[in-house]
């Protein structure tokens, strides 16, 4: 192996220890890692610049500051008080009614918007009841990673899949992968309480007040309520569209941040920008570049065309090879510049000879969807909750998280990998 891919593996290497020690924050980390790649020569600015996924970025502030303007109303107490009266004021009701909303809004609009929406809800709810809301907050971590795979719209990878193979539509998406997304959130949701059922507990007092609460008086501002959700919902339409008019969701989104500042006024401006979790923006910055350095001398590549060659062409144990890789690989790696290299690699198995594509399609989304979980960086959702909980006071740790959420992960893989040769390879 080259001197360029030993560096570039030994620098991403050394980052992310770093960023698992937690000693100093990970922004600064994973910039300083991404500033070495370019300083050493591993990659220039230029090629560096043009790795940054500025549409990931672009949906991120465009949806952060939407979400800012509208927590404005009181929209996210009264979702929070509907939730918690509908619970009984019981906090594990309450954690699995928010995972379950959660996993919904992340099939059909997408995981980073669905947890920019859930996390000042859950925090108005454990406010009230005086209980830890990183419960809640993991648990619609692995929701909405789980929840996202199941449609073409609901994860990044899932969008790149489709737009590289045009026969895999919306419908397709959701025949094949809802069925093992609902099955497999329906293995997870007594896992949950069985590991936080005892964390979350309140006092009879605090259920009660929560009961006796009007949840209309908390809306404090109707028309600016109308206007944000007017603003979301032809949001939302374009998300559902935005591939029919060959726009990206980052125009969608920046397009409906811009209009609802417009509607709203410059004095709304300040507070929505200052509001924009920057530090998340960065971080994202930095790992790209860093990950960038891996693709341009090669390592991911080689990596993905080795273990492809493994098995031969042979559908089975390509298809579970591609769904494993792609679940570790997506846990400690984006997920976004990993399924950018395996997509032309099973490409290329077509023309190898392998007649049948779809199960390595599909183990190829699973793996990354899912694998996402692996790790509190495995998926931009999981970094926007964290960096969002930091800021309430309530960092969530990078080895407590491993701790519960890499073995579900494992979990949800092994029944995809069932449901993978139950469906399409006996």
Known sequence: MELQAMLAIGIFL?????????????????????????????????????????????????MM?????????????????????????????????????????????????????????????????????????????????????ATLIGDPPNIMIGSAVKELTFMAFITNLAPIVAIVMAVHLPIFVWLYRKKIQTTDDLKQSIMQMDEHEVITDRKLLIQCLSVLGITILGFFLHQTFHLESATVALAGAFLLLLLTGEHSMEAAFAKVEWTTIFFFVGLFVLVAGLVETGVISRLAKEAVELTGGELVASSMLILWMSAIASAFLDNIPFVATMIPMIQEMGSMGVSDLEPLWWSLALGACLGGNGTLIGASANLIVAGLSGKEGYPIRFVSFLKVAFPLMLLSIVISSVYIYLRYLM
């Open 14 to 62: 050394i980052t992310y220890g770093l960023i698992i020690a937690e000693k100093i924050h990970r922004t600064i980390i994973a910039m300083l890692g991404g500033v070495v790649m370019v300083v050493l020569g591993i990659v220039d600015q230029e090629t560096a610049i043009h790795h940054i996924d500025f549409n990931t970025l672009g949906l991120l502030i465009g």
């Open 65 to 149: 500051i939407m979400v800012s303007i509208t927590a404005e109303t009181g929209l996210f107490k009264y979702v929070a008080l509907v939730a918690a009266k509908k619970a009984k004021g019981e906090p594990v009701r309450i954690m699995l009614f928010l995972a379950l909303i959660t996993a919904l809004g992340s099939a059909f609009l997408d995981n980073v918007t669905t947890v920019l929406l859930m996390v000042p809800v859950t925090f108005s709810i454990t406010r009230q009841l005086r209980v830890n809301p990183i419960p809640f907050l993991v648990t619609q971590i692995i929701s909405c990673n789980i929840g996202g795979a």
